[in-house]
């Protein structure tokens, strides 16, 4: 994503983004989306590599009038839709796009995001504690609950679980006691008052990772519902993309990166057999519709993670397109085995 007068951001993994997206990059006449356009760095890179047009996605409402300066600068080739990637299919074929050449995603919350306090995404800076990316009522999953609601409302039980599934914290149920216990003196209403709870129950990481880390994600990515999204997203972007058009996706963790490496791995053919004593699975399959990139997951230069450390845990996975029909079914909103 772009800098911004305030915060400088720089796209990670922005020139492995860029050759993932065409054979020599970005290409003349060709249509781009890229779906989660933030600052919009990815979509900035694309317009200057190509005589192109790029339609970015987002569901912040901040993002919508910043990027009003950017379509000025691009006139006819930018245009910026409100909503979430996952629904890319209906939002071009509102703007009468049908398929497209090239798809980028950078998962998870934006720099911007986490700098505005008011946001309540930063366990550094205190604001209240939201998390919500775009207008309240546009997560699909929680209703628009922000992350207060949750912390006050679901039992102890359910927080359990979604600190563990999501933040992989494996204190989660110690944690989900110390909240409702205090929740019965005090509810929740700020990042700093979740954060001091958290940092008194989990023992500090000898890497040096602030103990609310783990729980922050694990709020954001449940009240977003992030993981069905990016569901959405991939079943979204098998359907949009032409023969020879390019996906490419960078996550900034383990549960995205496994997402993306698994739907890539059954849409090219690539999926592992339970075991070897098992009929394959994988036969009765439909066609591959993508081809690998590469087999692994592209990391960043020790050059980059050194002047951009945000783009230390950052991974790019990245397919192309072929011309067998997408696969059957859609992901619907909440698929994410946990009830809300």
């Known amino acids: 994503m772009a ?3 305030r915060t400088p951001h720089t796209p990670v993994l922005l020139s492995q983004v860029l050759d993932a997206l065409g054979p020599r990059g970005p290409r003349d006449g060709a249509t781009y989306v890229d779906g989660t356009f933030g600052a919009g760095g990815y979509s900035t890179a694309i317009l200057e590599s190509a005589d192109c047009r790029v339609f970015g996605i987002d569901r912040d409402p901040n993002v919508l009038k910043a990027a009003e300066h950017l379509m000025t600068r691009y006139p006819g080739r930018l245009r910026v839709l409100g909503g979430c990637y996952g629904d890319m299919v209906k939002l071009l074929a509102d703007a009468g796009v049908e398929h497209v050449d090239g798809i980028a995603l950078d998962l998870g919350v934006s720099s911007m995001q986490i700098d505005t306090a008011e946001r309540g995404f ?15 009522g546009s997560s699909s999953l929680t ?8 912390i006050n409302v679901y039992d102890e039980e359910q927080l359990a679980d979604i600190i563990y599934t999501y933040g992989e914290e494996r204190a989660s ?4 006691a110390a909240i409702v216990m205090d929740r019965e003196t005090q509810p929740f209403t700020r990042t700093e008052q979740l954060a001091g709870l958290l940092r008194r129950i989990v023992k500090k990481s000898k890497d040096g990772i602030d103990p609310a880390t783990r729980t922050f994600q694990a709020l954001r990515i449940y009240v977003n519902d992030e993981l069905g999204e990016l569901d959405r997203g991939l ?5 949009l993309l032409s023969p020879g058009g390019r996906l490419a996706v960078v996550s900034f963790h383990s549960l995205e990166d496994r997402k993306v490496k698994n739907f890539l791995q059954a849409r090219s053919g690539h999926a592992p057999r339970a075991s070897r004593h ?17 087999r692994g997951a592209i990391k960043p230069t020790a050059e980059e993670t050194q002047s951009n450390p945000r783009a230390r845990s950052a991974r790019l996975r990245a397919a192309e397109r072929n011309s067998s029909p997408p696969w059957p079914g859609e992901v619907g909103p909440g698929d994410n085995g946990l009830a809300a």
């Open 122 to 136: 930063s366990f550094r800076k205190d604001g209240p504690l939201d998390m919500r990316m775009g207008h309240a």
């Open 143 to 150: 209703g628009g609950l922000s992350a207060a609601d949750v």
């Open 173 to 176: 149920r110690k944690i989900a």
């Open 278 to 294: 098992l009929p394959d699975a994988s036969a009765d399959a439909p066609a591959p519709t993508f081809e690998l990139l590469k």
């Open 235 to 239: 079943a979204a972007a098998e359907r």
């Open 3 to 5: 800098p911004t007068s």
